[in-house]
């Protein structure tokens, strides 16, 4: 017999009235429904958690685990409820009555929320495990991932829409054409950050763990994600700032990606010496000055090629011509010694190099890279080359040029 049939015959029986009986025999429905629907639901989670996920994760118990944490298996356990309430209805309630119409389209919005809220976790899942791959780092996935869930969210909007208007999906998805420019307007941001996400994809323009500079957004830091609108960075101070993603692909970009990836972290750095301290070197400054191992071969070969040009010069005319010059000598000193420094690649550019003379002095510029690109050792093998160049400008009667700052009487 009907379950609402023979609850029906027990009112009439027990002398209850018409409208009363109609009242008590729906509450009493609908509770036994909810009641079951939540045993269903506790269930159906201690079945999925215990039984199902050892079955089919037991080769693979990352996934088992990162779904877990992304709540996949409370969500989807929701659908069976949902299921049991859509179903049921049509049995425990009378046809063509207020109160089935309404359980049919709860039920049925709450079946397609479930099955929306479990796809989110498996693209979070899905996401979660491929950021710690080793692709992660060359292919962030972040802006397809949140594309996805967008297109779901709005696959999911129109089908509630629909059954809360009684009304075709199909029907609704026509009339989005009539907003479409309203639509472009609202996810302006989100339709830019797609195209650039696909092109940042595809260009290696930047990715997770990249080292990045646009001061127009105040960011100089490591990138931490690149999202479908925004690219988080964490500054070197531990701030972060955020960034739209189609401003990677429409302004000024600075990535040391490509220095890291390279054989060495380039050192660029001037010393600026005093002018007046230039002078020609004596024979007993040069003579001690070739007690230098990193000097001797250079000044004995350099010294027999000036006595063959100096035979080629009359000797009222050779005055100064081919002498040496402290700063010169002190140039091939800094060269040689980066040449043997253990911590310069020497398999990159190298060079010692004089700049034009400024109001500061005359910059002698070192151009090198160092082996170690990690930010501090750099700083550390950046300070030991110029600390030993500074020490040594005494050896050659050189002195750094500083300005001299005006000694206020304070009487």
């Given at each position: 017999?009907?379950?609402?049939?023979?609850?029906?015959?027990?009112?009439?029986?027990?002398?209850?009235?018409?409208?009363?009986?109609?009242?008590?025999?729906?509450?009493?429905?609908?509770?036994?429904?909810?009641?079951?629907?939540w045993?269903?639901?506790?269930?159906?989670?201690?079945?999925?958690?215990?039984?199902?996920?050892?079955?089919?994760?037991?080769?693979?118990?990352?996934?088992?685990?990162?779904?877990?944490?992304?709540?996949?298996?409370?969500?989807?356990?929701?659908?069976?409820?949902?299921?049991?309430?859509?179903?049921?209805?049509?049995?425990?309630?009378?046809a063509?009555?207020?109160?089935?119409?309404?359980?049919?389209?709860?039920?049925?919005?709450?079946?397609?929320?479930?099955?929306?809220?479990?796809?989110?976790?498996?693209?979070?899942?899905?996401?979660?495990?491929?950021?710690?791959?080793?692709?992660?780092?060359?292919?962030?996935?972040?802006g397809?991932?949140?594309?996805?869930?967008?297109?779901?969210?709005?696959?999911?909007?129109?089908?509630?829409?629909?059954?809360?208007?009684?009304?075709?999906?199909?029907l609704?998805?026509?009339?989005?054409?009539?907003?479409?420019?309203?639509?472009?307007?609202?996810?302006?941001?989100?339709?830019?950050?797609?195209?650039?996400?696909?092109?940042?994809?595809?260009?290696?323009?930047?990715?997770?763990?990249?080292?990045?500079e646009?001061?127009?957004?105040?960011?100089d830091?490591?990138?931490?994600?690149?999202?479908?609108?925004?690219?988080?960075?964490?500054?070197?101070?531990?701030?972060?700032?955020?960034?739209?993603?189609?401003?990677?692909?429409?302004?000024?970009?600075?990535?040391?990606?490509?220095?890291?990836?390279?054989?060495?972290?380039?050192?660029?750095?001037?010393?600026?010496?005093?002018?007046?301290?230039?002078?020609?070197?004596?024979?007993?400054?040069?003579?001690?000055?070739?007690?230098?191992?990193?000097?001797?071969?250079?000044?004995?070969?350099?010294?027999?090629?000036?006595?063959?040009?100096d035979?080629?010069?009359?000797?009222?005319?050779?005055?100064?011509?081919?002498?040496?010059?402290?700063?010169?000598?002190?140039?091939?000193?800094?060269?040689?010694?980066?040449?043997?420094?253990?911590?310069?690649?020497q398999?990159?550019?190298?060079?010692?190099?004089?700049?034009?003379?400024?109001?500061?002095g005359?910059?002698?510029?070192?151009?090198?890279?160092?082996?170690?690109?990690?930010?501090?050792?750099y700083?550390?093998?950046?300070?030991?080359?110029?600390?030993?160049?500074?020490?040594?400008?005494?050896?050659?009667?050189?002195?750094?040029?500083?300005?001299q700052?005006?000694?206020?009487?304070?009487?």
């Amino acid at each position: 017999m009907h379950l609402g049939e023979t609850l029906a015959k027990w009112l009439n029986e027990h002398q209850i009235s018409v409208a009363q009986s109609d009242w008590l025999f729906i509450s009493s429905m609908l509770a036994l429904m909810v009641v079951t629907a939540w045993l269903s639901l506790r269930i159906t989670r201690l079945f999925l958690q215990q039984r199902l996920t050892g079955l089919i994760f037991s080769n693979k118990p990352h996934w088992n685990e990162t779904l877990h944490q992304c709540r996949f298996f409370r969500r989807i356990a929701h659908i069976i409820p949902a299921t049991f309430l859509h179903l049921g209805a049509p049995y425990a309630l009378e046809a063509e009555h207020i109160a089935l119409l309404i359980t049919l389209k709860l039920s049925l919005i709450y079946l397609i929320v479930a099955a929306a809220r479990a796809i989110f976790a498996i693209f979070n899942s899905v996401q979660a495990i491929y950021a710690n791959s080793r692709y992660a780092s060359r292919v962030p996935i972040d802006g397809f991932i949140q594309v996805a869930k967008l297109l779901f969210l709005v696959i999911a909007i129109l089908l509630i829409v629909s059954q809360l208007l009684n009304k075709s999906p199909t029907l609704l998805l026509s009339g989005v054409g009539a907003l479409t420019a309203i639509i472009i307007l609202v996810f302006r941001d989100t339709i830019l950050g797609f195209v650039s996400g696909i092109n940042i994809v595809a260009n290696r323009t930047v990715t997770n763990g990249d080292w990045i500079e646009m001061p127009k957004y105040n960011a100089d830091g490591t990138v931490m994600a690149v999202g479908l609108t925004t690219v988080k960075v964490r500054n070197w101070d531990k701030t972060i700032s955020t960034i739209p993603t189609y401003a990677l692909m429409n302004e000024s970009i600075k990535n040391w990606r490509g220095m890291q990836e390279s054989g060495g972290r380039r050192i660029k750095r001037a010393i600026h010496i005093d002018i007046q301290s230039i002078d020609f070197c004596s024979d007993e400054q040069l003579s001690r000055l070739s007690e230098i191992t990193l000097l001797s071969d250079y000044l004995k070969a350099f010294k027999a090629e000036l006595q063959k040009s100096d035979q080629k010069i009359a000797p009222d005319k050779a005055l100064h011509v081919n002498k040496f010059t402290n700063i010169g000598v002190y140039q091939k000193y800094v060269e040689n010694y980066l040449k043997q420094h253990p911590q310069v690649n020497q398999d990159m550019t190298l060079i010692v190099r004089q700049l034009p003379p400024a109001p500061t002095g005359l910059p002698i510029e070192i151009y090198c890279f160092s082996q170690d690109k990690d930010w501090v050792n750099y700083e550390g093998i950046q300070s030991d080359i110029f600390d030993h160049c500074i020490a040594i400008l005494p050896e050659f009667k050189l002195k750094p040029f500083q300005l001299q700052s005006a000694v206020v009487n304070s009487e």
